[in-house]
């Protein structure tokens, strides 16, 4: 009996670690990208403050194009990154910093994509009772005719421009990328943002 208790709590880690990747990242890992915003810039920009939450999860002028991975980036398998230091514009008026899809494993992944270039890409906060709620929900639909398969080859990234909240309630932030049944979790940072965005 205890044998097959064994297997089955050997299964069942196997199996959970199949279905979730988490990518924890040093400051020594964020790519050595800076902000692109002058001081005056930044003086005419002001953070994000919301009370629900927000369909526009990022900010891509992209449109699926992947760019060389160079040696600034950690050589981590496929991660999702955040780069607090790379200060960019959230629509015009808003502030909001780079977010980095990154394929440095040895193989291409395909994806599946929204027709509207829309990826499964979405920020969680941690709430009150200490748990990750999610604060935006740029989740796809479920209408299979609306997708298309978009190939990430290896050693590309894509970037992207998330807002950058601002609130009275202090936590820590990541993002989610669901691809299939599996999730990427990115760095978490520290935040500000309002306890009306945990509704759905």
């Known amino acids: 009996m205890k044998h097959i208790s064994t297997i089955i709590l050997v299964f069942i880690v196997f199996f959970c670690h199949g279905q979730t990747k988490v990518t924890q990242h040093l400051a020594a890992d964020i790519p050595r990208r800076t902000s692109i915003l002058t001081k005056d810039d930044l003086k005419e920009l002001d953070s994000l403050e919301l009370d629900y939450q927000t369909p526009e999860c990022y900010h891509s002028s992209y449109s699926n194009e992947l760019k060389k991975v160079d040696q600034n980036f ?33 193989s291409t992944i395909w994806l599946s994509v929204e027709l ?12 009150s009772l200490g748990n990750w709620t999610a604060i935006g929900n740029n989740h796809m639909g479920f209408c299979r005719n609306g997708y298309h398969q978009f190939e990430f080859g290896k050693d590309k990234f894509w970037a992207v421009d998330i807002p950058i909240f601002k609130g009275t309630f202090k936590t820590k932030l990541r993002y989610v990328f669901q691809y299939g049944f599996y999730k990427i979790y990115s760095n978490e940072i520290v935040t500000y943002i309002n306890k009306g965005q945990f509704k759905p």
Do not use: H, W
């Open 74 to 106: 950690p050589r981590q398998g496929f991660y999702l990154l955040i780069n607090q230091n790379e200060l960019t514009r959230f629509g015009q008026k808003k502030l909001a910093c780079k977010l980095y899809l990154v394929n440095t494993s040895d």
């Open 116 to 127: 509207t270039d829309k990826m499964n890409l979405f920020p969680e906060a941690i709430d």
